[in-house]
């Protein structure tokens, strides 16, 4: 479909855009994995499984942020910072989350996000 094919290029764009991104994966509004795509050669350290769960407990968990947002505004993105990664969560829209991770050395994640990612989201964003 259009749609899917939209999808692959949106995170071939995004993996692209910095060496250190080890995979990317679009999401729906309940974490279901629509297309993803991660390094060439990557050895993956969650199973397909185990990737999908994890992508819903972040949707579940970004839901609880949202009551807030009337009075701290809409939220940019969320990263967490694991032992041998980052992950990050960026909202697309009401309906479609980005979620990727990084490199665990890598320290320079946001300029990252908000000079690489975070416009290439906005170029794309009406198309979701």
């Known amino acids: 479909t259009t749609a899917k094919k939209f999808c692959y290029t949106v ?3 995004i993996l692209n855009s910095d060496k250190s991104i080890r995979w ?11 297309n993803e795509q991660n390094m060439e050669g990557l ?6 499984e185990e990737n999908q769960e994890s992508a819903v407990n972040t949707i579940i968990r970004q839901k ?16 967490g910072r694991y032992q041998k990664l980052s992950r990050c ?3 697309i829209n009401e309906n479609y989350y980005l979620i ?7 320290y320079n994640f946001d300029k990252i996000i908000m000079e690489k990612i975070i416009p290439l989201i906005k170029k794309e964003k009406e198309k979701f």
Not at 24 to 34: A, H, K, L, P, S
Not at 43 to 48: G, I, S, W
Not at 100 to 106: S, V
């Open 11 to 13: 995170t071939k764009n």
């Open 24 to 34: 990317v994966g679009i999401t729906d509004q309940d974490g279901n994995i629509i």
């Open 43 to 48: 050895k993956l350290l969650l199973t397909k």
């Open 64 to 79: 609880t942020r949202t009551k807030f947002e009337p009075k701290i505004g809409k939220l940019s993105y969320a990263l």
């Open 89 to 91: 969560l960026i909202p």
């Open 100 to 106: 990727l991770t990084m490199d665990f050395d890598q």
